[in-house]
């Protein structure tokens, strides 16, 4: 049994420069099956709930998982689970590429980080052994050029790495960690990179991978292609349009429904949608799609361009920055968006907490809070561009008001103060992902709710967004919300793309890992260790003072935007206090959102 594991944690020691290899055993196994699974028991077992996160107790552990570096597609992810310096509550964040595979080969299951390291350090982890290397002529570097340095120095053309830019070192609190063309980009793994002195690591492996019933895996892979190809073959298959123009695919259908949150969550709708979309990208600009490690959608999308700002290459804008960086700050530009999108990338920052810190400071500036004036003629306003790519390298560099905002939304508003809290846009601290809580009930409820804060990766979108339910209904919306919670978590043990839910039934998902691990999972019991592993992570939210008080959303969500469509109901707060209290009734716990002991019983907790 789990023949697709390497069973082994690798614990690598900054303080000391120490490095140990554990074994994984049975029971860890076969309870928390990998990626999320693996990362939410190690922390939760080592870190304390009250460790400052970019304090030396905080750790980082890299898992990959079962399925990881075998023929099933879009299972190429990596999970780093951490505390995060946005909420001081755990977090799993994730990135695609070839990462996950090298780990994978390398020998390990989880990476573990633990310590400071007295100087800026890179690690390898190669079929030579791991290192530790002083690295200070990296200081300042770009994540893209401190990634080519490692690869370099070792020589190896199969290393795959990851980095921080200067956002990380300087512990912006959303800093990103760049893995090649991806990001570790929710919750600031960067930020925790920089406070252990950390810029990069690189792996390299050749161990096989295999899996414990080879005929019966390879019939599971097949009839994944299978589905995966069926739903291609649909009119509107949303992964058929993440193939063809990547994950920008439906900014103009989100416009259409009018949930294209605008200049800052005060409008609906964008009329320079069309300029910045995914087919306005593909159209415009030389494109190459780009695919994770044996991935059929390859839904990445490199572009490159010579601009007013000079030559760019870069993957995306994705969706979600097309947002954050686009509609949210009223900005049209796709030029600038690019650039901005390469300024993230550069300095390693995550593109949505950068956009909705940066539409804040706009909203702020209009309403006179603070100054409007970013020094050489540059306007802090709403639909300016050059004040964008200006506030980004003021956040990176913590200069001026870039200073305040590198702490995100909900300091800057405790700082600003002067009712600033009520259009910060953030939950327990992160920054709202690309989606209007006003238009949606299900977005409403997740973003309240996630352990992460403001986050859409466990969210019934596409059941909203494609009309096949309301989307201001409030009937049955608390248990899709909750199915859809534990089944992500259950499928983020396998560190699948989140994608692959789309299109891909839980049995599915279950087919593949009995017949990798020889395991005997039922798509019941799988849910049900999703399940699990929410209230985990709760428990421990709720140990770091992360109460049910935070499960609420900003004031601007209960206002009715200018442009909200007629026929439709906004949001308010009886409809959402309703939600809330029959999420928490589902989930088993009490009015103020604590588990009761009854469901942790029955979650073996
Ligand atoms: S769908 Fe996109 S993000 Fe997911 S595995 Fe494929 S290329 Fe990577």
Same mark, same amino acid.
């Given at each position: 049994?789990?023949?697709?594991?390497?069973?082994?944690?690798?614990?690598?020691?900054?303080?000391?420069?120490?490095?140990?290899?554990?074994?994984?055993?049975?029971?860890?196994?076969?309870?928390?099956?990998?990626?999320?699974?693996?990362?939410?028991?190690?922390?939760?077992?080592?870190?304390?709930?009250?460790?400052? @996160?970019?304090?030396?107790?905080?750790? +980082?552990?890299?898992?990959?998982?079962?399925?990881?570096?075998?023929?099933?597609?879009?299972?190429?992810?990596?999970?780093?689970?951490?505390?995060?310096? +946005?909420?001081?509550?755990?977090?799993?964040?994730?990135?695609?590429?070839?990462?996950?595979?090298?780990?994978?080969?390398?020998?390990?299951?989880?990476?573990?980080?633990?310590?400071?390291?007295?100087?800026?350090?890179?690690?390898?982890?190669?079929?030579?052994?791991?290192?530790?290397?002083?690295?200070?002529?990296?200081?300042?570097?770009?994540?893209?050029?401190?990634?080519?340095?490692?690869?370099?120095?070792?020589?190896?053309?199969?290393?795959?790495?990851?980095?921080?830019?200067?956002?990380?070192?300087?512990?912006?609190?959303?800093?990103?960690?760049?893995?090649?063309?991806?990001?570790?980009?929710?919750?600031?793994?960067?930020?925790?990179?920089?406070?252990?002195?950390?810029?990069?690591?690189?792996?390299?492996?050749?161990?096989?991978?295999?899996?414990?019933?080879?005929?019966?895996?390879?019939?599971?892979?097949?009839?994944?292609?299978?589905?995966?190809?069926?739903?291609?073959?649909? @009119?509107?298959?949303?992964?058929?349009?993440?193939?063809?123009?990547?994950?920008?695919?439906?900014?103009?259908?989100?416009?259409?429904?009018?949930?294209?949150?605008?200049?800052?969550?005060?409008?609906?709708?964008?009329?320079?949608?069309?300029?910045?979309?995914?087919?306005?990208?593909?159209?415009?600009? @030389?494109?190459?799609?780009?695919?994770?490690?044996?991935?059929?959608?390859?839904?990445?999308?490199?572009?490159?361009?010579?601009?007013?700002?000079?030559?760019?290459?870069?993957?995306?804008?994705?969706?979600?920055?097309?947002?954050?960086?686009?509609?949210?700050?009223?900005?049209?530009?796709?030029?600038?968006?690019?650039?901005?999108?390469?300024?993230?990338?550069?300095?390693?920052?995550?593109?949505?907490?950068?956009?909705?810190?940066?539409?804040?400071?706009?909203?702020?500036?209009?309403?006179?809070?603070?100054?409007?004036?970013?020094?050489?003629?540059?306007?802090?306003?709403?639909?300016?561009?050059?004040?964008?790519?200006?506030?980004?390298?003021?956040?990176?560099?913590?200069?001026?008001?870039?200073?305040?905002?590198?702490?995100?939304?909900?300091?800057?508003?405790?700082?600003?103060?002067?009712?600033?809290?009520?259009?910060?846009?953030?939950?327990?601290?992160?920054?709202?992902?690309?989606?209007?809580?006003?238009?949606?009930?299900?977005?409403?409820?997740?973003?309240?709710?996630?352990?992460?804060?403001?986050?859409?990766?466990?969210?019934?979108?596409?059941?909203?967004?494609?009309?096949?339910?309301?989307?201001?209904?409030?009937?049955?919306?608390?248990?899709?919300?909750?199915?859809?919670?534990?089944?992500?978590?259950?499928?983020?043990? +396998?560190?699948?793309?989140?994608?692959?839910?789309?299109?891909?039934?839980?049995?599915?998902?279950?087919?593949?890992?009995?017949?990798?691990?020889?395991?005997?999972?039922?798509?019941?019991?799988?849910?049900?260790?999703?399940?699990?592993?929410?209230?985990?992570?709760?428990?421990?939210?709720?140990?770091?003072?992360?109460?049910?008080?935070?499960?609420?959303?900003?004031?601007?969500?209960?206002?009715?935007?200018?442009?909200?469509?007629?026929?439709?109901? @906004?949001?308010?707060?009886?409809?959402?206090?309703?939600?809330?209290?029959?999420?928490?009734?589902?989930?088993?716990?009490?009015?103020?959102?604590?588990?009761?002991?009854?469901?942790?019983?029955?979650?073996?907790?």
């Amino acid at each position: 049994m789990f023949e697709c594991y390497n069973r082994r944690l690798l614990r690598i020691n900054l303080s000391d420069r120490t490095h140990s290899v554990e074994p994984l055993d049975d029971d860890f196994i076969r309870d928390y099956v990998g990626g999320m699974g693996f990362g939410t028991q190690l922390l939760t077992t080592e870190v304390p709930a009250t460790a400052d @996160p970019l304090g030396p107790q905080n750790k +980082l552990f890299v898992c990959v998982g079962p399925l990881t570096g075998t023929l099933a597609p879009l299972f190429a992810q990596t999970c780093i689970v951490m505390k995060s310096p +946005l909420t001081s509550g755990i977090i799993n964040t994730y990135a695609g590429g070839h990462l996950g595979v090298a780990i994978k080969q390398s020998g390990y299951d989880v990476i573990a980080i633990e310590g400071v390291a007295s100087d800026l350090v890179y690690v390898t982890i190669t079929p030579d052994g791991v290192r530790i290397v002083d690295c200070p002529e990296l200081r300042g570097k770009t994540a893209r050029e401190a990634e080519a340095a490692v690869k370099a120095a070792t020589g190896r053309d199969d290393l795959h790495t990851m980095a921080i830019g200067l956002a990380g070192e300087n512990k912006v609190r959303y800093a990103s960690l760049s893995s090649e063309t991806r990001a570790f980009g929710r919750g600031g793994a960067g930020a925790v990179f920089g406070s252990k002195n950390l810029k990069a690591i690189g792996v390299a492996g050749i161990e096989d991978v295999r899996v414990a019933d080879p005929p019966a895996f390879e019939a599971a892979v097949a009839a994944i292609y299978r589905t995966l190809r069926d739903d291609m073959a649909r @009119p509107w298959s949303l992964l058929a349009g993440f193939s063809n123009v990547g994950t920008g695919v439906g900014m103009q259908l989100v416009n259409e429904k009018s949930a294209l949150a605008t200049r800052n969550h005060q409008l609906t709708h964008f009329e320079g949608a069309s300029r910045i979309d995914g087919a306005a990208y593909r159209e415009n600009f @030389p494109t190459r799609p780009v695919a994770c490690f044996g991935c059929l959608v390859h839904c990445g999308m490199l572009h490159k361009a010579s601009t007013r700002f000079g030559e760019l290459w870069t993957r995306g804008p994705e969706y979600e920055t097309m947002y954050s960086l686009g509609s949210l700050c009223f900005n049209d530009d796709p030029e600038a968006l690019m650039k901005a999108n390469l300024q993230c990338e550069d300095h390693g920052m995550d593109t949505l907490s950068a956009g909705v810190n940066i539409a804040f400071a706009m909203e702020c500036a209009e309403r006179g809070i603070i100054p409007a004036d970013l020094g050489d003629g540059v306007k802090l306003e709403f639909g300016n561009a050059d004040a964008i790519i200006r506030l980004l390298e003021m956040i990176a560099h913590r200069q001026g008001i870039g200073e305040v905002l590198a702490e995100g939304t909900r300091r800057a508003a405790q700082v600003w103060d002067q009712g600033a809290e009520e259009f910060a846009l953030q939950v327990k601290g992160t920054e709202f992902a690309a989606w209007m809580p006003q238009r949606m009930r299900g977005i409403a409820l997740t973003f309240a709710t996630s352990n992460r804060g403001a986050c859409h990766k466990r969210a019934p979108i596409g059941l909203e967004i494609s009309g096949q339910i309301p989307m201001d209904q409030i009937e049955g919306r608390a248990a899709l919300v909750k199915d859809i919670q534990d089944k992500v978590n259950a499928i983020f043990t +396998l560190v699948s793309c989140r994608f692959a839910e789309f299109a891909v039934p839980l049995e599915q998902f279950v087919d593949l890992l009995n017949a990798a691990a020889g395991t005997d999972w039922t798509a019941e019991r799988f849910l049900w260790m999703g399940e699990r592993l929410w209230n985990m992570e709760r428990l421990y939210n709720l140990a770091a003072g992360i109460s049910g008080e935070e499960d609420r959303l900003p004031e601007r969500c209960f206002e009715v935007p200018a442009d909200f469509p007629a026929d439709q109901k @906004p949001l308010t707060r009886e409809d959402f206090n309703a939600l809330l209290q029959d999420y928490y009734r589902l989930r088993g716990w009490n009015e103020h959102g604590v588990p009761t002991a009854e469901r942790l019983k029955m979650l073996e907790l």
